[in-house]
């Protein structure tokens, strides 16, 4: 019966994707409930690589129903081009094995456009983000002048929000950020040919997940982005529009908090962070340059280089709080091979103080001076290991040292991309 959810502890691209994928096997359904296409998972399975933005990771696994849960802001274009894509290679046979929440909020070209305007203007002071439109699907939201999914497969419903909405986005658009204004046609006849496309996928999830809840079955929440990007809790305005922590499970999936049996964080063993904004263990010398080369650390979503520094355990233990985290996963373990040295942020220093826990304001974050312990590096490559203590003994000295800065047990440890290159430690899905 457990139902455990997944969540990045960092600025996402901690590696999810692939964990999700591993933990798929013993799950029955599979659910993202935050963010949009502004995520890019990769999964490597068979030597094949698959990158997703929008459906959940769970996808390649036949069993699973994988859900678009009603906290998902959904670019239908995109989600189109993903189905395609995803059926090219075998998957996604089954009739229900996508679902897509009726109230999840609709990307519409005007948020893409307010979102990329927004940046163009704002230069150095730029959040960096996707361009996906994620951040104005999410304002129109609260702001209750969103299109929702069964919205959107309605086409007289469409007509009508449309109607309403679209003259005040126009206004927006030409007035404030000097843009060009859409016409009501070059929305509605595309997006209501989309809407007819996914009408076959929308559903009620929420009840879908409690008929899959009274049966017992497995599900698996998919987070994406990370905690330090989420909304309330990250360095903001430097972060995503959405809660990307574990309570958003519940209320982004339509489940209780007394349905969730475990949460899990994924941290890389070293820190990146992709688009603006403060980053304490920020490399910016031949380290950086050895974990962005041997990590790839390339954006999948933008292509972007993505900051790379060490492992900071302050970031680390407040994840660990606010998300209530039951376990940790660390991934790329095998990408700190050759260095001689490894160093791990335990505290800032700010002002002649010492901070152990994440400061609320990025003024004060900006001003952290990171206090490392350095550790003892390895040489030895870590490919095909299967068991903690065939590690190199300094590698695991490192995951101990993890496991008593941030107050948690390390039930699995990642060492390449592919589906097999992990050690499992603990299974959230078994009693053992
Ligand atoms: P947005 O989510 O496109 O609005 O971008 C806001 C910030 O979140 C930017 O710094 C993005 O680079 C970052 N971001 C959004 N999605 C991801 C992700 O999946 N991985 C890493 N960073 C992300």
């Known amino acids: 019966m457990p139902n455990v959810v997944i969540v990045g502890t960092q600025w996402g691209d901690e590696g999810k994707g692939k964990i999700v994928d591993v933990f798929t096997e013993f799950a029955d359904v599979v659910v993202r409930f935050q963010g949009g296409n502004n995520a890019g998972h990769t999964l490597v399975v068979n030597g094949e690589k698959t990158i997703l933005h929008l459906i959940p990771s769970g996808v390649l696994s036949p069993k699973v129903v994988c859900v678009i849960g009603n906290g998902v802001v959904l ?22 094995s996508l679902l897509i929440s009726e109230t999840a909020h609709v990307i519409f070209p005007y948020h893409k456009r307010i979102d990329r305007l927004r940046e163009d203007n704002k230069g150095s002071e730029k959040i960096g983000t996707t361009g996906r439109g994620i951040g104005p699907t999410y304002e129109d939201k609260m702001a209750r002048m969103g299109i929702r999914m069964c ?85 903001y305005p430097y972060v995503t529009s959405s809660n990307t922590v574990s309570g958003n499970a519940c209320s982004g999936g339509g489940v209780g908090p007394t349905d969730i049996d475990a949460v899990i964080g994924v941290s890389k063993a070293y820190t990146t962070r992709v688009g603006s ?7 910016h010398d031949a ?58 942020c335990t505290a800032y220093r700010y002002g002649g103080k010492v901070l152990k826990e994440f400061p609320g304001s990025i003024e004060v974050l900006e001003e952290c001076e990171p206090i490392y312990e350095t550790l003892r590096g390895w040489e030895e490559p ?18 101990k040292r993890i496991e008593k800065g941030a107050g948690l047990p390390i039930i699995m440890v990642s060492l390449g991309a592919s589906r097999e290159a992990h050690i499992f430690i603990k299974n959230p899905f078994r009693k053992n």
């Open 151 to 235: 919205e959107l497969i309605d086409a007289d419903l469409l007509r009508r929000r449309l109607e309403s909405i679209l003259p005040e986005k126009n206004l927006y658009i030409e007035k404030n950020l000097n843009g060009q204004p859409f016409s009501f046609d070059e929305i509605y006849e595309p997006y209501y040919r989309y809407g007819e496309q996914l009408k076959q996928y929308v559903t009620n999830t929420p009840l879908f997940l409690r008929e899959k809840i009274k049966k017992k079955k497995n599900i698996l929440f998919e987070g994406a982005q990370g905690t330090s990007l989420d909304v309330d809790h990250g360095t």
């Open 287 to 344: 380290t950086g340059g050895h974990l962005q080369k041997e990590g790839a650390e390339f954006g999948s979503t933008t292509g972007r280089p993505r900051r790379c520094g060490w492992l900071d355990l302050v970031v680390l233990r407040h994840a660990a709080r606010v998300n209530g985290l039951t376990g940790l996963v660390l991934t790329k373990l095998d990408i700190l091979s050759g260095l001689k040295e490894i160093k791990v």
């Open 277 to 283: 904004g403060p980053f304490p263990t920020e490399l």
């Open 382 to 399: 870590l490919t095909g290991i299967k068991k903690i203590a065939k590690l190199p003994v300094p590698a695991q000295k490192y995951l």
């Open 75 to 96: 670019d239908p274009e995109v989600c189109l081009q993903e189905i395609e894509k995803i059926k090219a290679k075998g998957f996604l046979k089954k009739e229900g």
